[in-house]
């Protein structure tokens, strides 16, 4: 509720200054030009890294405002006119939960980007899409830009309840080849036009944009496929009732919170998810009767999951993590065992506290349950982060 009152609130406020801004203009057609540019662009999402996707609104905003020499009137006003459709448009086409993902985030990133460019551009008195300097300033005013919407993402995410906001941040840090692409190309556009004919230059521009366009969306549907197939093997155990059904995906939703929240990034959180998903994934070795029928222990099951992992290459450094996990952080005499890392402890705590709220334990109890654990078998750093995880999520008190 607090967010659609700041969106509606900016909403209006933007489109109030958009018209007033229309109507000062004395080039409507241009002004109306500018309108029509920022209201299209919405209608394609240029594909990125973190899968959210961007509007071309990037790309449209730094025609016009080399285009327009900085000017505010234009850069803004016409934005502002234009938002209320634009918004339309992302809901309409793409849905609700695009439409959270851009706004408000890409507003005040636009509006960001258009205060320093036009700043840049009185301060400097240069002509914007004439030399080396306006090219700069653009770089200078998208870099901002592209930074000021990250944080707005990370500060307005859904998943701030359930994540830490330093792990949505770094994720959206991801999408700048997006921003680069787009802000590129409407520069190549815009300094070729004189020179070649608009034509062209929309021809010499769409090259690159076509193929940074097709590049990305493989990547992220290679990333989709790929993940999708991580998490079918992980519901192999449930499937044949090894496990309760949606452990994989319990085990790896607190797995990457609590490896954030105890400061672990980058690839490393991609690893323990995977580490997380497929970790029961040796239980089908008691497919075989004879298997089942012997003496076995969470640690054999470990060993058979990561022996199955790194038959594929790519899954080696997950395997690793899934064939450390059952062993302690550390032994008598020892402060911390150094062959044991982080991600390994952060998958078997989770795991077992999941596997005692399945058993039927209370948050309370299945907490107390790793505490105990914590001389020798669970680090009580991750513990901790686990604690704070919970309490965040309202699960427990902190």
Not at 89 to 111: I, Q
Request: glycine share 10%.
């Amino acid at each position: 509720m607090h967010e659609r009152i700041l969106v509606a609130g900016s909403v209006a406020a933007l489109a109030v200054t958009g018209l007033v801004a229309g109507v000062y203009w004395s080039a409507g057609p241009w002004f109306a030009g500018a309108v029509c540019l920022y209201a299209a662009a919405h209608l394609v999402l240029f594909p990125n890294p973190s899968g959210r996707g961007v509007t071309l609104v990037p790309g449209a905003a730094a025609v016009i405002a080399l285009g327009s020499n900085g000017s505010a009137v234009m850069v803004l006003g016409a934005a502002a006119v234009a938002l209320p459709i634009g918004m339309a448009v992302v809901h309409l086409r793409f849905g609700r939960r695009t439409f959270d993902r851009v706004f408000p985030s890409e507003p005040l990133g636009l509006a960001v980007f258009g205060g320093v460019f036009a700043a840049g551009v009185t301060a400097l008195r240069i002509e914007a899409d004439a030399d080396a300097a306006g090219l700069l300033l653009l770089v200078a005013a998208g870099i901002v830009w592209f930074g000021v919407a990250a944080v707005a993402r990370a500060v307005w995410s859904r998943q701030a309840e359930t994540l830490p906001r330093h792990l949505l941040l770094s994720r959206a840090l991801e999408d700048w080849p997006a921003y680069a692409a787009l802000i590129s190309s409407a520069a190549l556009f815009q300094f070729t036009d004189e020179a070649v004919g608009i034509v062209w230059a929309a021809v010499l521009a769409g090259l690159p944009y076509g193929f940074s366009h097709i590049s990305l969306h493989r990547v992220q549907a290679t990333r989709r496929t790929y993940r999708q197939t991580i998490e079918a093997l992980g519901k192999i155990p449930e499937a044949g009732g090894l496990v309760p059904p949606g452990t994989a995906e319990r085990v790896a939703d607190l797995s990457v919170a609590t490896a954030a929240e105890a400061g672990l990034t980058g690839r490393m959180l991609a690893r323990i998810e995977f580490a997380a998903l497929l970790h029961d994934l040796g239980r089908v070795v008691l497919a075989n009767p004879a298997v089942a029928a012997g003496d076995y222990s969470d640690r054999d099951v470990a060993g058979w999951s990561a022996a199955i992992i790194s038959e594929a290459r790519y899954l080696e450094p997950v395997a690793e993590v899934i064939a450390a996990e059952q062993e302690p952080y550390r032994r008598v005499g020892e402060v911390r065992d150094p062959g044991v890392p982080m991600s390994s402890q952060v998958v078997r705590a989770v795991a077992v506290y999941v596997a005692a709220m399945q058993g039927g334990m209370t948050a309370l109890e299945a907490m107390e349950v790793l505490h105990r654990g914590a001389a020798y078998d669970h680090d009580p750093q991750v513990v901790a982060a686990l604690r704070r995880v919970l309490a965040r999520r309202g699960v427990m008190a902190a």
